[in-house]
């Protein structure tokens, strides 16, 4: 990456989830996937527009990024997104090494990081104490992985990711504050509209 | 006259290619050893090590999301870590998700551990109502394996194919653990 600086996890600007997603999905004009997890990282997807190439999940935590890194290796020319928070992403680190390892050059993992458990009443997770997800994924093998220093730099990143080189991680500190809105469960409506999108025939 | 040997694994491997089954996740055992070196050889197949099966199942799942059909390879105790990714992800999005499992602990096991999490196995895939069935003999390993992944795809449900010690140590004197 072209960051002459490193942002730390302590230096990053405190963000929040709905207006960074707003922001991504705002950049999305090549019909793009994005993969929202369980809870309020989907819910502010679908808050922010409910296109068909978004995938809700409505359980199965931590598991937003082997799907999305499914969906980029069935399609390659398709730049795929995962949509994670931090609890979430802590369950499965495991996935930032097969992410690394499939040199996939068209997937990203955007984690929302604001140390708490929010949905259940924001208990600490390791991300408040000791574990750095930026350096977890280094430390996996995904060399462009780096915090965003502030909405700015959040967007500057995604640019990276729309015309560059991956597999990407973009770690953004956040604020503890709900989603805006909740999705619709439907899980089979979810999946076939998703499909019809990816296979053009939305 | 000599006749070319036949395994279990030559057979799936067949049946996979036959279903277009590229990618294999799996979670290694050493009675898919064989299997998996199959794979592994065939430029057919991409072949990913996830360090989970939940895991694999993710990535399983967004490949066929995105049109890619692929398998799990498990053992049982892998298997007894899916519940929850079972019933959250594969179940409610109606998912044509392919497991294979070598069955241990059954059979001659000498770890109390895997005879254990066998007896789980069943009744998980009964709960949840997922077709399953044991493969035992050889000459059956075609017909089950070809069987279960056309109704997973023609249903859009996930599929268990178990593979008794009967199939895999006793019919087939090299795949042995």
């Known amino acids: ?202 | 006259m000599t006749t070319i040997p036949v395994t279990w694994y030559d057979i799936v491997v067949q049946v996979l290619k036959r279903h277009q089954v590229k990618l294999v996740a799996y979670v290694p055992d050493n009675v898919l050893a064989p299997l998996i070196r199959a794979v592994e050889a065939d430029p057919f197949f991409t072949v990913l090590t996830p360090a989970r099966e939940e895991e694999a199942v993710g990535i399983v799942t967004g490949a066929y999301l995105g049109g890619l059909r692929g398998i799990v390879l498990m053992q049982t105790s892998g298997f007894a870590t899916l519940p929850n990714v079972l019933a959250s992800l594969a179940m409610p999005y109606r998912i044509p998700l392919l497991m294979m499992i070598s069955e241990r602990g059954t059979l001659g096991d000498h770890q109390l551990g895997q005879v254990m999490v066998c007896r789980t196995m069943r009744p998980i895939l009964d709960s949840m109502g997922i077709e399953h069935h044991g493969i035992e003999r050889l000459d059956d390993v075609e017909f089950i394996v070809d069987r279960m992944i056309q109704q997973a795809f023609s249903t859009q449900a996930a599929a268990a194919m178990i593979l008794s010690p009967l199939l895999t140590k006793k019919s087939t004197a090299d795949s042995a653990a």
């Open chain 1, 1 to 202: 990456m072209q960051h002459a600086s490193p942002t730390a996890r302590g230096q990053a600007k405190v963000m929040n989830r709905f207006d960074l997603t707003r922001r991504l999905v705002s950049k999305l004009h090549n019909q793009e996937a994005v993969i929202g997890g369980v809870g309020y990282n989907n819910f502010d997807l679908w808050a922010s527009g409910q296109r068909p190439e978004n995938f809700y999940m409505l359980g199965s935590m931590g598991l937003a990024a082997p799907i999305a890194l499914g969906v980029a290796m069935a399609q390659p020319q398709r730049r795929v997104f995962a949509l994670e928070g931090d609890g979430s992403i802590l369950m499965q680190l495991g996935a930032l090494g097969s992410i690394a390892a499939s040199g996939l050059a068209n997937l990203c993992v955007v984690i929302f990081d604001n140390g708490v458990y929010a949905i259940t009443g924001k208990q600490a997770t390791l991300t408040g104490s000791t574990v750095d997800i930026v350096e977890v994924a280094r430390g996996c093998g995904i060399v462009r992985s780096g915090w965003a220093r502030d909405e700015a730099d959040f967007e500057a990143r995604v640019d990276e990711v729309l015309h560059g080189e991956g597999p990407t991680l973009i770690a953004a500190r956040i604020d503890d504050q709900k989603a805006v809105a909740t999705t619709d469960r439907d899980p089979t409506r979810i999946r076939q509209r998703f499909m019809d999108a990816l296979s053009g025939r939305s």
